[in-house]
């Protein structure tokens, strides 16, 4: 239509008869747009003078009438700091502004009654009538109590939790170089106990404990719930595109039920706000190194070090002095040292991260929308390993009536893990195990063939061993209402989702020898030694998994005068079924074809499963205030799960909590200065957990079923028929329990949250008390061997754990220099109360009484020093000055397995702490955190991995010997020592630390300087992980995170990094 061009019409076209049919169908048009908007303001009651056309039509001009108002005004923060990029809108319609760089904004609005809404990041929305001069101070959200928080199954204000509730704002989680979330947690949060095992791309994520161990019999980690849906990964997710993420610590959890005894993390992504759109662009490029690397002996130096072995032990040496010599002068190049670590592990290995948003939307549509790149390779110096990570979101919230409202949430991830076909198990152990005078390569380039079967852990860790890729493709859908009832009562509302999680993982593993050569000094001949303990194989593995959640609630908000309720009444159903199909087979035709097909039907194994699993919910929550100072909540959940027969398949999960503001009372407030906050809570919660495990982890459901299992014994096959045929059979594996049910943990907690100097000084202070009962456990250690029986687990096991937590955080400024500091702090000690345990068990070993990880080892007085020592104390047969001098517990005078004791430190501490601490000066800006932990202890066994395993260097070089009787050391040993290789207190260190964690600087550039190219803001970051430790690990080059006796693992990493981030 000639009606919507900016060109003027022709004097031709206006005469035409066209143009008559246009003035008439343009009039109509305009006569119909501006009937329907006032049929609508009136039906709303309401009139506006500004009329806004279909956006298509007019490209979002208004049409506007004479009583338009312009408005000018200024927006500063809570030091009167001027804001820039502050959303304005005229509530009620699509008009909007945002604010320059010295916080100035002009917009246009219908008339005086008006009402302007200011929202901007890290502030709380403010609504103010218009005024033709606005002068608007935003508050900080941080700063008040009116913050909003995720609670189960909804929101809360700050001031109204009544729990042990800790939470952290998404933006913390991006000053991690670290693009797994679980490591951003670490150090955030009191309460939470995060350590990090391993560094190695695609399975550094930390473990999370909230409150310590509670359980010996079932699973200990938290459950997680990624916007209302559970068991979502947090792991990998987008840490742009989070939002919150909150930790349910106390009785707070038990609207969770069944699953609530482990804790709850909450975790809220970014959902669209009304403004105009955002892109938002964050691009960074680092570098992983090894934290600690293990040094290990030079060749002369294990020459000698295993002649002394062979010495001690009385065996003959394996190496003359000639070859130490001969190596130790270093001037022939056939007698070199290899440094194996060094060999494997490269010093830096890339990483890169891109990461893309969009965000905006008006009254009716809100959206957020982004995509992420991750790209992590190994330290690995061979390998071909890396990790990829592909993650796409998109929740978009819809209005479609004042009181209706839809929102459809996707999100997608793909994770593509490449492996070497070899374990990292293997390749750290044949790392170890070299011997140093073996190079990698010979002089003419030729792979070494290592110590036998020419497994050199170079070739083992590459492309030549074969590949295992790991993909895991993951949809998430979510469709969710909310429809609000004023017509029934006001703050009346029904509101429900469902989400169809989908998950499958493919795995191949490939694996083919691979040439290394070993070589003749005398001849000066290489030969092919192929390994010949590596077949051409492939595996495939095949996991589907659909996890369905449907929740509907019924809830009510309302105040009346200085009462305020909320409450809701819900149902949640949860479905999840998962197949798994394997196939192997073996003698390929070739190295060159990784198909199966190409494989013999002979050793080949086919198989594959099924897994359900199912729970069903009736929930409810009732929180009361009055005046802001009085706080009561209840809540309930009747849990049924189908880990249970039908007997004990459902119960009941009840919570009540209560808070006082004591600092709102008028006798506290007239009498006592200086605090501008005190409030006491209280809660009580019984909690059940139903994630059965076995000792080493594994699932374990249904055991109140029956269950057989296929026999892989060819010796337990059965023969049937005349030609007697060899039939594969079933055999009973396990006797049910038909009364078994979940474990069940009553909580109790009691806390207080401070403010003081108008809440610049905050502090929160929490002590707990967990007793958890009907932990399974089997009888066997009280029914005797001789019975040939093998009993079912039992609810029978008991443990207690208690501890305090509590956080502390100071922030204020000083004109334009801002800062804050935190400290936030853990202490969980666990105790079981019963474990069944056959009675001649030495009162010393029990666990009964002590500390559900502890420790069982051999007590020692050091290192036996004289021969006289020995002589005159109970010592292992055998035992030499030199050797490990262990305690006679028992007093028998015999060093047995009834010597040893129960020690209550382990490798997760019983302190964890944090401090994070930011300062912020013109664009400036430094963000670090230290972390710590006390109360752990490593278990270090340096020779346990084999007869050949070269010692590491502070070992070596403070061992005991003719002459160094007074050594840190015992004497050289090795894995088969049974007096000095075995788990002693001696081999116990202190795990404590205190550590960098995580440490950004960052510059964001003027935006006077960037508005007249379009762009909001610019962030310049550079900063790093893991980058510095006071620790008494280091002179054992382990991380004191690690968790691994044998030091057999991938190490721990540190990572630096730098970044930009562009807003537009």
Not at 411 to 429: C, F, L, W
Not at 561 to 581: I, R
């Given at each position: 239509?000639?009606?919507?061009t900016?060109q003027?019409?022709?004097?031709?076209?206006?005469?035409?008869?066209?143009?008559?049919?246009?003035?008439?169908?343009?009039?109509?048009?305009?006569?119909?747009t501006?009937?329907?908007?006032?049929a609508?303001?009136?039906?709303?009651?309401?009139?506006?003078?500004?009329?806004?056309?279909?956006?298509?039509l007019t490209?979002?001009?208004s049409?506007s009438?004479?009583?338009?108002?312009?408005?000018?005004?200024?927006?500063t923060?809570?030091?009167g700091?001027?804001?820039p990029?502050?959303?304005?809108?005229v509530?009620?319609?699509?008009?909007?502004?945002?604010t320059?760089?010295?916080?100035?904004?002009?917009?246009?609005?219908?008339?005086?009654?008006?009402?302007?809404?200011?929202?901007?990041?890290?502030?709380?929305?403010?609504?103010?009538?218009?005024?033709?001069?606005i002068?608007?101070?935003l508050?900080?959200?941080?700063?008040?109590?009116?913050?909003?928080?995720?609670?189960?199954?909804?929101?809360?204000?700050?001031?109204?939790?009544?729990?042990a509730?800790?939470?952290i704002?998404?933006?913390?989680?991006?000053?991690?170089?670290?693009?797994?979330v679980?490591?951003?947690?670490a150090?955030?949060?009191?309460?939470?106990?995060?350590?990090?095992?391993?560094?190695?791309?695609?399975?550094d994520?930390?473990?999370l404990?909230?409150?310590?161990f509670n359980?010996f019999?079932?699973?200990?980690?938290?459950?997680?719930?990624v916007?209302?849906?559970?068991?979502?990964?947090?792991?990998?997710i987008?840490?742009?595109?989070?939002?919150?993420?909150?930790?349910?610590?106390d009785a707070?959890?038990?609207?969770?039920?069944?699953?609530?005894?482990?804790g709850?993390?909450?975790?809220?992504?970014?959902?669209?706000?009304i403004?105009?759109?955002?892109?938002?662009?964050d691009?960074?490029?680092?570098?992983?190194?090894?934290?600690?690397m293990?040094e290990r002996?030079n060749?002369?130096?294990?020459?000698?070090?295993?002649?002394?072995?062979?010495?001690h032990?009385?065996?003959?040496?394996?190496?003359?002095?000639?070859?130490?010599d001969?190596?130790?002068?270093?001037?022939?190049?056939?007698?070199?040292?290899?440094?194996?670590?060094?060999?494997?592990?490269?010093?830096?290995?890339?990483?890169?991260?891109?990461?893309?948003?969009?965000?905006g939307?008006n009254?009716?549509?809100?959206?957020?929308?982004?995509?992420?790149?991750?790209?992590?390779?190994?330290?690995?110096?061979?390998?071909?390993?890396?990790?990829?990570?592909?993650?796409?979101?998109?929740?978009?919230?819809?209005?479609?009536?004042?009181n209706?409202?839809?929102?459809?949430?996707?999100?997608?991830r793909?994770?593509?893990?490449?492996y070497?076909?070899?374990s990292?198990?293997?390749?750290?152990?044949?790392?170890?195990?070299?011997y140093?005078?073996?190079?990698?390569?010979?002089?003419n380039?030729?792979?070494?063939?290592?110590?036998t079967?020419?497994?050199?852990?170079?070739?083992?860790?590459?492309s030549?061993?074969?590949?295992?890729?790991?993909?895991?493709?993951?949809?998430?859908?979510k469709?969710?209402?909310?429809?609000k009832?004023?017509?029934?009562t006001?703050?009346?509302?029904?509101?429900?989702?469902?989400a169809?999680d989908?998950n499958?993982?493919?795995e191949?593993k490939?694996?083919?020898?691979?040439?290394?050569?070993?070589?003749?000094?005398?001849?000066?001949?290489y030969?092919?030694?192929k390994?010949?303990?590596?077949?051409?194989?492939?595996?495939?593995?095949?996991?589907?998994?659909?996890?369905?959640?449907?929740?509907?609630?019924?809830?009510?908000d309302?105040?009346?005068?200085?009462?305020s309720?909320?409450?809701?009444?819900g149902y949640?159903q949860?479905?999840?079924?998962?197949?798994?199909?394997?196939a192997?087979?073996?003698?390929?035709?070739?190295?060159?074809?990784?198909?199966?097909?190409?494989?013999?039907t002979?050793?080949?194994?086919?198989?594959?499963?099924?897994?359900?699993?199912g729970?069903?919910?009736?929930?409810?929550?009732?929180?009361?205030?009055?005046?802001?100072?009085?706080?009561?909540e209840?809540?309930a959940?009747?849990?049924?799960?189908?880990?249970f027969?039908?007997s004990?398949?459902?119960?009941?999960?009840?919570?009540?909590?209560?808070?006082?503001k004591i600092?709102?009372e008028?006798?506290?407030k007239?009498?006592?200065?200086?605090?501008?906050?005190?409030?006491?809570r209280?809660s009580?919660?019984?909690?059940?957990?139903?994630?059965?495990?076995?000792?080493?982890?594994?699932?374990?459901?249904?055991?109140?079923?029956?269950?057989?299992q296929?026999?892989?014994?060819?010796?337990l096959?059965?023969?049937?028929?005349?030609?007697?045929?060899?039939?594969?059979?079933?055999?009973?594996?396990?006797?049910?329990?038909?009364?078994?049910?979940w474990?069940?943990?009553?909580?109790?907690?009691?806390g207080?949250?401070?403010?003081?100097?108008?809440?610049?000084?905050?502090?929160?202070?929490?002590?707990?008390?967990n007793?958890r009962?009907?932990?399974?456990?089997?009888?066997?250690?009280?029914?005797?061997?001789?019975?040939g029986?093998?009993?079912?687990?039992?609810?029978?096991?008991?443990?207690?754990?208690?501890?305090?937590d509590?956080?502390?955080?100071?922030a204020?400024?000083?004109?334009?220099?801002?800062?804050s500091?935190?400290?936030n702090?853990?202490?969980?000690?666990?105790?079981?109360?019963f474990?069944?345990?056959?009675?001649?068990?030495p009162?010393?070993?029990?666990?009964t009484?002590?500390?559900?990880?502890?420790?069982?080892?051999?007590?020692?007085n050091?290192?036996?020093?004289?021969?006289?020592?020995?002589?005159?104390?109970?010592?292992?047969?055998?035992?030499?000055?030199?050797?490990?001098?262990?305690?006679?517990t028992?007093?028998?005078?015999?060093?047995?397995?009834?010597?040893?004791?129960?020690?209550?430190e382990?490798?997760?501490?019983?302190i964890?702490?944090?401090?994070?601490?930011?300062?912020?000066?013109?664009?400036?800006?430094?963000?670090?955190l230290?972390?710590?932990?006390?109360?752990?202890?490593?278990?270090?066994?340096?020779?346990?991995?084999?007869?050949?395993?070269?010692p590491?260097?502070?070992?070596?070089?403070d061992?005991?010997t003719?002459?160094?009787?007074?050594?840190?050391?015992p004497?050289?040993?090795?894995?088969?020592?049974?007096?000095?290789?075995?788990?002693?207190?001696?081999?116990?260190?202190?795990?404590?630390?205190?550590?960098?964690?995580?440490?950004?600087?960052?510059?964001t550039?003027?935006?006077?300087?960037?508005?007249?190219?379009?762009?909001?803001?610019?962030?310049?970051?550079?900063?790093?992980?893991?980058?510095?430790?006071?620790?008494?690990?280091?002179?054992?080059?382990?991380?004191?995170?690690?968790?691994?006796?044998?030091?057999?693992i991938?190490?721990?990493?540190?990572?630096?990094?730098?970044?930009?981030?562009?807003?537009?």
């Amino acid at each position: 239509m000639i009606l919507l061009t900016k060109q003027k019409p022709t004097k031709d076209w206006l005469s035409s008869e066209r143009w008559k049919i246009t003035k008439l169908t343009s009039g109509a048009l305009l006569a119909l747009t501006l009937q329907t908007s006032f049929a609508a303001e009136l039906k709303e009651n309401k009139f506006s003078n500004k009329l806004t056309t279909n956006s298509a039509l007019t490209n979002n001009k208004s049409v506007s009438f004479a009583f338009e108002k312009l408005i000018k005004g200024k927006v500063t923060g809570s030091q009167g700091e001027p804001l820039p990029g502050v959303n304005i809108l005229v509530k009620g319609t699509k008009i909007t502004a945002v604010t320059d760089f010295d916080g100035n904004f002009t917009i246009e609005v219908p008339d005086s009654s008006s009402i302007l809404v200011f929202s901007y990041t890290g502030f709380l929305t403010k609504e103010i009538p218009a005024d033709q001069a606005i002068s608007v101070q935003l508050e900080e959200q941080n700063q008040t109590l009116n913050e909003v928080v995720v609670v189960g199954y909804g929101t809360q204000k700050k001031a109204s939790t009544t729990g042990a509730i800790a939470s952290i704002k998404g933006g913390v989680l991006t000053q991690n170089a670290s693009a797994n979330v679980s490591n951003g947690i670490a150090g955030r949060m009191s309460g939470v106990i995060a350590n990090n095992r391993s560094g190695r791309p695609g399975d550094d994520s930390s473990s999370l404990l909230i409150r310590g161990f509670n359980s010996f019999g079932g699973g200990t980690s938290p459950l997680v719930v990624v916007d209302g849906i559970p068991d979502r990964d947090l792991n990998r997710i987008n840490p742009d595109d989070i939002e919150s993420v909150t930790v349910l610590k106390d009785a707070s959890a038990a609207i969770y039920g069944v699953r609530s005894a482990n804790g709850v993390i909450l975790v809220t992504t970014k959902r669209g706000k009304i403004g105009a759109p955002t892109i938002k662009v964050d691009g960074s490029y680092g570098v992983q190194q090894l934290t600690r690397m293990s040094e290990r002996v030079n060749s002369w130096e294990y020459m000698t070090y295993y002649n002394e072995l062979n010495a001690h032990k009385g065996s003959t040496l394996p190496y003359t002095q000639a070859e130490i010599d001969k190596y130790k002068a270093g001037n022939d190049p056939n007698y070199t040292s290899t440094d194996w670590m060094k060999q494997v592990y490269r010093k830096d290995a890339p990483q890169a991260n891109l990461s893309l948003s969009v965000n905006g939307g008006n009254e009716q549509v809100k959206y957020f929308f982004s995509g992420q790149y991750l790209n992590q390779e190994s330290n690995l110096r061979y390998s071909d390993e890396r990790y990829r990570q592909f993650n796409l979101r998109s929740n978009i919230d819809v209005n479609i009536t004042s009181n209706f409202k839809v929102n459809l949430d996707i999100a997608t991830r793909k994770e593509d893990r490449n492996y070497p076909a070899v374990s990292i198990g293997s390749i750290m152990h044949e790392t170890v195990s070299m011997y140093p005078f073996i190079p990698a390569y010979w002089k003419n380039g030729l792979p070494s063939s290592g110590i036998t079967n020419g497994r050199n852990p170079i070739l083992m860790s590459s492309s030549s061993a074969g590949y295992d890729k790991v993909i895991n493709l993951i949809v998430n859908p979510k469709i969710g209402f909310e429809l609000k009832l004023p017509r029934i009562t006001e703050g009346l509302s029904l509101s429900g989702y469902a989400a169809f999680d989908y998950n499958v993982r493919s795995e191949k593993k490939f694996t083919k020898p691979w040439d290394a050569y070993s070589y003749d000094k005398t001849n000066d001949s290489y030969n092919n030694v192929k390994n010949s303990t590596s077949i051409i194989s492939v595996m495939q593995d095949e996991q589907i998994a659909n996890q369905n959640t449907y929740f509907a609630k019924l809830a009510y908000d309302r105040k009346f005068d200085k009462h305020s309720v909320n409450a809701f009444v819900g149902y949640e159903q949860t479905t999840t079924d998962k197949t798994e199909t394997y196939a192997y087979r073996r003698d390929l035709l070739s190295d060159q074809l990784d198909q199966i097909f190409t494989g013999s039907t002979k050793g080949q194994n086919a198989t594959g499963g099924a897994y359900q699993d199912g729970r069903e919910s009736f929930l409810g929550r009732v929180a009361y205030n009055f005046d802001d100072k009085y706080f009561a909540e209840v809540t309930a959940r009747y849990n049924g799960s189908f880990n249970f027969p039908s007997s004990t398949r459902w119960g009941m999960f009840p919570s009540i909590s209560a808070g006082w503001k004591i600092s709102e009372e008028s006798f506290f407030k007239n009498n006592i200065k200086g605090f501008d906050l005190l409030k006491i809570r209280a809660s009580w919660g019984k909690m059940g957990n139903d994630d059965m495990r076995e000792t080493n982890g594994a699932l374990n459901q249904y055991l109140f079923l029956t269950r057989y299992q296929l026999t892989t014994d060819q010796q337990l096959y059965s023969y049937f028929g005349s030609d007697y045929t060899l039939n594969n059979s079933i055999y009973l594996s396990s006797t049910p329990n038909p009364n078994i049910t979940w474990e069940i943990q009553d909580s109790k907690n009691i806390g207080f949250d401070f403010g003081f100097f108008g809440n610049k000084l905050t502090a929160t202070f929490d002590y707990f008390s967990n007793k958890r009962s009907d932990i399974l456990a089997a009888r066997n250690a009280s029914v005797p061997l001789y019975t040939g029986l093998s009993l079912p687990k039992e609810n029978i096991g008991k443990t207690v754990n208690r501890g305090t937590d509590w956080s502390v955080n100071y922030a204020d400024n000083i004109n334009s220099f801002k800062y804050s500091v935190g400290f936030n702090f853990t202490y969980a000690q666990s105790e079981v109360l019963f474990r069944d345990e056959a009675s001649n068990i030495p009162a010393w070993q029990k666990s009964t009484g002590r500390a559900i990880d502890s420790w069982l080892v051999y007590q020692t007085n050091g290192i036996y020093r004289t021969q006289a020592e020995v002589d005159n104390s109970p010592h292992f047969e055998g035992a030499k000055p030199g050797d490990l001098w262990v305690k006679d517990t028992d007093g028998d005078g015999n060093i047995t397995s009834n010597d040893k004791v129960r020690i209550p430190e382990s490798a997760t501490p019983k302190i964890a702490y944090g401090i994070p601490i930011r300062a912020e000066y013109k664009g400036f800006s430094v963000d670090m955190l230290w972390t710590g932990q006390a109360k752990a202890r490593q278990m270090i066994l340096p020779q346990a991995q084999g007869a050949i395993v070269a010692p590491p260097r502070w070992l070596y070089e403070d061992r005991y010997t003719a002459d160094n009787p007074n050594s840190k050391y015992p004497v050289a040993f090795n894995d088969s020592d049974p007096r000095n290789n075995i788990d002693a207190d001696f081999w116990l260190k202190d795990a404590s630390f205190f550590r960098l964690k995580s440490l950004e600087v960052s510059y964001t550039l003027p935006e006077k300087l960037l508005s007249r190219f379009g762009i909001l803001n610019t962030r310049f970051y550079a900063g790093g992980t893991n980058l510095f430790s006071i620790d008494h690990m280091k002179q054992y080059n382990l991380d004191p995170e690690t968790n691994n006796k044998t030091g057999v693992i991938y190490p721990q990493t540190r990572i630096y990094r730098i970044g930009v981030s562009i807003e537009l």
